[in-house]
Structure formats: structure tokens, C-alpha cells
């Protein structure tokens, strides 16, 4: 069974920065994209960062110039560092993978379990 996991969530200062970091383990042929999205309270879930296997690279405008994602093929993970936090972006962070188990399968979506970042004095 394929399954995500995150780490690297916490608590912090506005203008610190968090490394978060989601490998997917199990039977795996291959990965189209992988990315983060993020749900702050009372707010609906919205992408935060994404990536394709050749690197393709999409972030939402709240956080470009200040986060930065990338993946390892090799190790199937992916990592969003994050910078200039904002208390803005206190939110639960998940993880999100296209997954393909067996040539000629189809890609199915999985998320991870998510993650918590605070941004707080």
C-alpha cells in the first residue's frame, strides 16, 4: 500500500522559515506530480505549491518570492521550504501525490496526513 508522509511542521516566528518534506513509500512505478496544499481554519484547502516529474513548477501568489518546492526522484519525496513565514500561513499543510503502482496503470491522487504550521510570537 502506497502511503505519504509528511514532516517537518511546527511552530514559529513570523519571518522564520520551516523545511517540510513528504516521501512516498510503498509499490511504486512512478510519480506525475507532486505538491502541497494547505487548509488554514475556517478556509477551504487551496494549492500551495506543485511540481511535475521534469520539474515543472507551479505556487500559488501568496507565496512565491518566499517558498520554494522540490522533489528527489530517486528517493520519491518532495520538500517545500518555506521562508518569510507570514502568520498568514498558518494552516495544516498536506501533501499530495499522482501515483502510478505498475506500468499501465492509471495515476491515482493520495494525500498525506498533513502537517501543522503555526506562525506565532
Known amino acids: 500500500q502506497v502511503q505519504l508522509v509528511e514532516s517537518g511542521g511546527g511552530l514559529v516566528q513570523p519571518g522564520g522559515s520551516l523545511r517540510l518534506s513528504c516521501a512516498a513509500s510503498?509499490?511504486?512505478?512512478?510519480?506525475?506530480?507532486m505538491g502541497w496544499y494547505r487548509q488554514a481554519p475556517g478556509k477551504q484547502r487551496e494549492l500551495v505549491a506543485d511540481?511535475?516529474?521534469?520539474?515543472?513548477?507551479r505556487y500559488a501568489d501568496s507565496v512565491k518570492g518566499r517558498f520554494t518546492i522540490s522533489r528527489d526522484n530517486v528517493k520519491n519525496t518532495v520538500y517545500l521550504q518555506m521562508n518569510s513565514l507570514k502568520p498568514e500561513d498558518l494552516a495544516v499543510y498536506y501533501c499530495?501525490?499522482?501515483?502510478?503502482?505498475?506500468?499501465?496503470?492509471?495515476?491515482?491522487?493520495?494525500w498525506g496526513q498533513g502537517t501543522q504550521v503555526t506562525v506565532s510570537i
Open positions: 499530495n501525490a499522482y501515483i502510478v503502482e505498475r506500468l499501465g496503470d492509471p495515476p491515482y491522487e493520495l
Open positions: 510503498g509499490s511504486i512505478f512512478g510519480i506525475f506530480s
Open positions: 511540481i511535475t516529474s521534469d520539474g515543472s513548477k
